[in-house]
């Protein structure tokens, strides 16, 4: 068949993938499994059972191996099956024991957000899962039966949903969809209830001592089967991706397994690294070599996380641990680098609270005069071309009355090799002064000299709207 152009532009394609390849990759790409990937593989059942030469393990194998989807993605679908199977193998195991029809369903608690979300309901009722992914639910005493059943840690039976108390608040719900009968048995991750496995009908049912076991005892492979993925699990809820590598003493990396795709092997890791960042990493780096276990948060260059994206930064997490031989000698090292994951988001609430002021950069040389590469928003703010600046070795339209104390702080950063910042005017090329805020950043190289110094230049800041304010009133500003 033909290619469609706007998914091969998005995916790199296999020449044998069909329009149903495509539309699954499509939808694992965008992490939307709750509808299109769920309803892609209802039209493929006889795939997950098995009952057709391919297997839908082999398609989810061949889009991996083929690099449409990573491993993490991966995982993520073989866990959908997992749910999806055991929830249809109940449904007839019930259905011989009780003589009647139940919808088996998977839910995933999310305790941050205070949300259920649907791991698998292969026969759900339509509209019914979408309701109660859109309500706050904060496990209690009555809060319907999965509520109730995270709450107390054991499975609660509710025979009928339209008189029990533990429905109350959701009596509407129920009726509107015609959910008679909920029973609820939680499922655990070391030692805490991370989600319900859920029988529903839409009569009143009295369980027997047999069909309730045997929903926990499914319960309990479920809980069996997801274990060794309840980290993956975690982290494709709150998209954490994964990178892990071999870095030698000199910070060349060596061998990389990823859960994206990435281009880093044999990459030095100051190439990527955040000029900002350039001088705590060289320090922490120094520990590592000396045996000591680091983590730290710092921007990369996004480009070598994604290939062609945009020219940005990106904050990670990294863990070095020290690889050390017989004799006692670190050798190398093992980095896992981990995206977008809670100290990430952290890093950026706290230490990139200026980015929005951020307006343009420059890097001198060693001495801190002759200045090297200048960014292009320099035009906006003073309007000077940036090859203007290049290789100036004066005081590049700062304002006389600052001129002091902008190099004082460039020295300072040069000299005690630390991050240091200012406040002054420049004038621009119109005449008019403008205040930024400047923050310098030594780089180092592996002896531990300066090669250059990183500028980075803010405009708007609330230190340039202090210092504005104090210049009014002829106050001298540090």
Not at 75 to 81: C, N
Not at 120 to 125: C, D, L, R, T
Not at 283 to 308: A, F, T
Request: with cysteine; proline share 4%; charged share 30%.
């Amino acid at each position: 068949m033909g290619k469609s152009k706007g998914l091969i532009y998005l995916y790199p394609v296999a020449d044998d993938c069909n329009h149903n390849d495509l539309l699954i990759a499509k939808c694992i790409k965008t992490k939307r499994l709750n509808k299109e990937v769920d309803n892609l593989l209802k039209k493929l059942i006889p795939l997950i059972y098995c009952q057709s030469k391919k297997n839908i393990r082999e398609i989810i194998d061949r889009y991996f191996e083929c690099g449409i989807i990573n491993g993490l993605e991966k995982k993520m679908v073989e866990s959908k099956i997992i749910m999806n199977q055991i929830c249809s193998e109940i449904e007839t195991e019930i259905r011989d024991i009780c003589g009647k029809e139940f919808i088996a369903t998977v839910y995933i608690y999310d305790e941050e957000n205070k949300h259920l979300y649907l791991g698998a309901s292969p026969n759900g009722i339509p509209g019914w899962n979408e309701a109660l992914e859109s309500l706050e639910i904060t496990p209690g005493p009555n809060v319907g039966s999965c509520g109730t059943a995270l709450y107390y840690g054991t499975p609660v039976v509710v025979s009928d949903t339209y008189t029990d108390d533990k429905w109350e608040i959701f009596r509407d719900l129920v009726t509107k969809f015609e959910i008679r009968s909920d029973w609820s048995v939680p499922f655990y991750y070391e030692g805490k209830p991370v989600g319900t496995f859920v029988m529903v009908s839409r009569e009143i049912q009295h369980p027997t001592k047999e069909a309730l076991q045997l929903v926990i005892n499914k319960a309990r492979e479920l809980e069996e089967k997801l274990a060794e993925i309840q980290n993956d699990l975690y982290r494709i809820r709150h998209r954490i991706f994964k990178i892990e590598g071999i870095v030698d003493l000199d910070g060349k990396i060596e061998m990389v397994k990823s859960e994206l795709p990435q281009y880093l092997e044999g990459v030095n890791r100051k190439d990527f690294i955040h000029p900002a960042d350039s001088l705590e990493v060289s320090k922490l780096w120094e520990r590592v070599k000396c045996g000591e276990k680091i983590n730290h948060v710092y921007r990369v260059k996004k480009q070598y996380i994604e290939k062609d994206s945009e020219e940005e930064w990106i904050p990670v997490e990294v863990t070095w641990t020290p690889i050390i031989d017989d004799d006692g000698e670190v050798i190398a090292c093992q980095s896992v680098v981990l995206l977008d994951s809670p100290k990430c988001r952290e890093y950026e609430k706290t230490k990139l609270h200026l980015k929005k002021f951020f307006k343009f950069h420059a890097v001198t040389d060693s001495s801190g005069f002759a200045i090297t590469q200048v960014g292009e928003g320099i035009r906006n703010v003073l309007g000077i071309e940036p090859t203007a600046w290049m290789g100036i070795k004066k005081y590049v339209n700062i304002h006389p009355a600052d001129v002091n104390q902008a190099y004082g702080a460039l020295y300072r950063s040069r000299d005690e090799k630390k991050i240091t910042s200012s406040v002054h005017r420049f004038i621009g090329k119109d005449g008019s002064v403008v205040t930024l805020e400047l923050h310098f950043n030594p780089i180092l190289d592996d002896n531990g000299n300066v090669t250059n110094i990183y500028v980075e230049i803010y405009q708007d800041t609330p230190r340039c709207q202090k210092f504005e304010m104090l210049a009014k009133k002829n106050i001298k500003c540090q």
